[in-house]
């Protein structure tokens, strides 16, 4: 079994800046694709940002040029700076993983419990 577990969420105004971070934890042989999602209440859940293991990333437009998705592969974390932060940025924000176990095998859908990120005017 694979934990997620996300920190860095809390409270800031409009134009701050916030660093979440996501580690992954348990029968891990290699992290594929990592990603940030979010939900704001009353919306389904989107896509912030992904990064595969190859480096290579996509944003949703609304977060382009704002936010940035990194990854320490030797630490499986993926990080999320978020920059010029907005009040619709407001939601909980879910780390999401796909993984290969020791064991073998390809597994996907995995996320954590989320942070809440809450952008005031």
């Known amino acids: 079994q694979v934990q997620l577990v996300e920190s860095g969420g809390g409270l800031v105004q409009a134009g701050g800046s916030l660093r979440l971070s996501c580690v992954a934890s348990g029968s891990i042989f290699s992290i594929d694709a990592m990603a940030w999602y979010r939900q704001a209440p009353g919306k389904q859940r989107e896509l912030v940002a992904i990064i595969r293991s190859g480096g290579s990333t996509n944003y949703a437009d609304s977060v382009k040029d704002r936010f940035t998705i990194s990854r320490d592969n030797a630490k499986n974390m993926v990080y999320l700076q978020m920059n010029g932060l907005k009040p619709e940025d407001t939601a909980v924000y879910y780390c999401?993983?796909?993984?290969?176990?020791?064991?073998?095998?390809?597994?996907?859908?995995?996320w954590g419990k989320g942070t809440l990120v809450t952008v005031s005017s």
């Open positions: 999401y993983a796909d993984y290969i176990r020791y064991s073998g095998g390809y597994v996907r859908n995995n």
